[in-house]
């Protein structure tokens, strides 16, 4: 293959224990499988999940859902973002669990549940401070009270979302404080008129590495399930434990060498010249560009380890190919693979910031033509 995503799906299954070992048995996970989970392909992550132990999964968009419940999923399925009133019945047909911000919202859903003859969960979306959807926290009472009297509802659980929780910088620490504290108080009100608030969740990755007090019944963590720590909680002062949480990059990004040349001093590789060699070299032409999702804002500044050694990427990044810079001698041999990122080679957390963005963007935007390869050696 010219190149390929392998997801190491018994990496992914380490991390889950992982998360589970550091909250502790009584609590649970549920694993965003959102974006075709973050790129490494949304159903075969959600079965790997749950065997390893998840307790539910959680998507963006209905037609998210409704491919896992295509794909043979049982397990709750909660939709993060706010659907479109026509994919109301969508998410009945499908049940998913919607994340409720307004009494709008709520009614709507119990018509057409009631219509359907079910009683569908959902759970109640409280805004503390990330600004995105919720409802603000004094009118969650009020919300909360509605969706408990709505006879085809099933009140079943209470969320928020937090702004700043994988940052160890002091102030965003005492955001992220007065974001739990002020979700403390709507659960607290929730509960003093006689509503039972459900499965309460708040803790993204960043809170299960910084925040415990932000753990509650069930965590949320993504990009740390895929293998990224955006945080070393060993080097914060609210260091959770010396037990430090490891996970391993679960997508590895490969290529190979398509074709080998040789280089003569002076002469210039790819688009705008802007590489120019400065001594006789040889040139590695790799099957890899933008389109597959290597960033082109890397040119200059990546480059892909090639049986075990380390070779810059040199000029442009083009969309279908890009070129490394073997040297004047080498081993390296045409069809040879080329890691761009995981495996042997650096995550894509250090690509993301030579491309001037975020871990995140990097392993969604492998192009859906990059085949993923399931390695299921250490399921
Ligand atoms: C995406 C998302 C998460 C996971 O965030 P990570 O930073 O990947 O841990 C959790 N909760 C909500 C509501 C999200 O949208």
Known sequence: MRVKAIIHLGYFMENVRAVQKRIGSERRICIPVKADGYGHGALQIAKAGLDAGAFCLAVAGVDEGKELRDGGIKAPVLLL????????????????????????????????????????????????????????????????????????????????????????????????????????????DIRKQGVDPGIVHAANSGAVLLHPEAWFDMVRPGILLYGYKQVNEEETAQGISNDPLNVKPVMELQTCVVFIKKVKKGESLSYGRTWTAVNDTTAAILSIGYADGLPRLASGKWQAVIRGKTY????????????????????????????????????????????????????????????????????
């Open 81 to 188: 973002s706010q659907p479109h009133p026509e994919e109301i019945p969508s998410v009945i047909r499908e049940f998913l669990t919607p994340l409720v911000s307004d009494c709008d919202f709520a009614q709507a859903l119990n018509a057409e549940a009631m219509a359907a003859g079910i009683k569908l969960p959902v759970h109640l979306k409280i805004d503390t401070g990330m600004g995105r959807m919720g409802c603000r926290t004094e009118d969650a009472p009020g919300i909360a009270g509605f969706i408990a009297n709505s006879p085809a509802l099933e009140y079943a659980g209470t969320a928020t979302h937090l702004a700043a929780a994988e940052s160890a910088a002091k102030d965003d620490i005492v955001y992220t404080g007065r974001q739990i504290e002020c979700f403390r108080k709507a659960l607290e």
């Open 312 to 379: 810059p990427l040199v000029g442009r990044i083009c969309m279908d190919m890009c070129i490394a810079d073997l040297g004047p001698e080498t081993e390296v041999r045409r069809w040879d693979d080329a890691v761009i990122f995981g495996g042997c080679a650096q995550g894509a957390s250090a690509l993301a910031e030579s491309a001037g963005t975020v871990h995140y963007e990097v392993i969604c935007n492998v192009n859906k033509r990059v085949p993923r390869i399931y390695d299921v050696s250490s399921r």
